[in-house]
Each structure stands twice: as structure tokens, then as C-alpha cells.
């Protein structure tokens, strides 16, 4: 079986994907399985792993949502607010879906990213930690060493770094800065 381990689908009606910009005409519109499915078949990619393209509850309840109806995904990573107290009701809801795998953390729209290492964010991590649940760690390079930290404290952690802290992005705009 070969599965595409990060895709996103988004519903503009929704209004909760800030990062999606009207004058980005190729991403501004709805993203859903039957835009996928042509490229899945022909590339011979038989399921997706469906991530969370914003940070909200609503946002993952929606993917759970069509995760029960989507053949094709086979996983759906979603989103929970640690900050929030009652955050383990909340993954309990999510748990109910057969096809929850995860969270994931944006860490990258955080204004300090030190606050993965406070007190209510080692909690849950610990949690996290302790139960096995996969937490996609969506951070920018600048973060790594704050997330190396962070990975101490909690050495088994299932953690999954998205875009290898976008160190690509770096990489290019030096490479296109040593051109001008």
C-alpha cells in the first residue's frame, strides 16, 4: 500500500484558514478528495494521511467527518488547543473517530515558542507521551533548538517534524540571495 503521509483539505466557507490568501488564486478556493483522487490514481497512491490545515476544533471535526465517508483517507491528524484545560476532553471526542491517528502542534504561528516548554505544555506532552499518541510538530528552522529542548523532557514523545522545520525555505531564500 502506498500512502501520501500529509495532505490537507479545506473548505473556504469555513473561514478559519488565515494563512489562505484571496490574491492566491491556485489555493483560495475549496480542496476536497475529488481534486485529489485523479493525481491519487495515477501516481498509484492508494490512501492519504489527512492533517489539519487550521487551528481549530472545528477544523478537525470537520476531516473526522469526512474521514468516515472518504475511502481514501486513512488517517486524519487534527488539532487541539494545550493551552485549554479540559484539551483531554476534547482528544476523547476525537479518539471516538476510527480514523483519529494524532495532533499536531503549530508551534510555527506561536509568538514565543518557548511556551512548549512551559509547565502546561510539558503536561500534555507528557501525556502524550505516556498514552502513544503521534504529535506532528509543525515548527519553522529557527525552532529546532527550542523543540531539541522540548524532546529532552520527553524522549519517547511520538514526534513527527513537518517539513523538516522548513529548513528547504531557508536553503532557497539563501540560494536566490547569493544570485543577486
Known amino acids: 500500500m502506498r500512502i501520501d503521509a500529509h495532505q490537507h483539505y ?3 466557507s469555513r473561514n478559519d484558514y488565515g494563512w489562505i490568501k484571496p490574491d492566491n488564486k491556485r489555493m483560495y478556493r475549496d480542496y476536497s478528495p475529488a481534486d485529489l483522487l485523479p493525481h491519487l490514481k495515477n501516481h498509484k497512491i492508494n490512501k492519504t494521511i489527512l492533517v489539519q490545515a487550521a487551528p481549530t476544533v472545528d477544523e478537525t471535526m470537520f476531516l473526522l467527518e469526512l474521514s468516515q465517508t472518504e475511502d481514501t483517507i486513512a488517517a486524519v491528524v487534527g488539532w487541539l488547543d494545550l493551552a485549554e484545560a479540559n484539551y483531554t476532553k476534547q482528544l476523547e471526542i476525537y479518539k471516538s473517530y476510527q480514523k483519529f491517528a494524532g495532533i499536531r502542534v503549530m508551534i510555527q504561528d506561536m509568538d514565543d515558542e518557548t511556551i512548549i516548554l512551559s509547565p502546561p505544555y510539558v503536561k500534555a506532552f507528557k501525556y502524550f507521551e505516556a498514552i502513544q499518541l503521534p504529535v506532528d510538530l509543525l515548527v519553522t528552522h529557527d525552532q529546532l533548538d527550542t523543540l531539541n529542548q522540548l524532546m529532552e523532557i520527553v524522549p519517547t ?15 532557497d531564500r539563501l540560494k536566490i540571495g547569493s544570485l543577486t
Open 157 to 171: 514523545l511520538r514526534g513527527v517534524i513537518d517539513h523538516l522545520g522548513k529548513l528547504i525555505f531557508l536553503i
Open 10 to 12: 479545506w473548505k473556504m
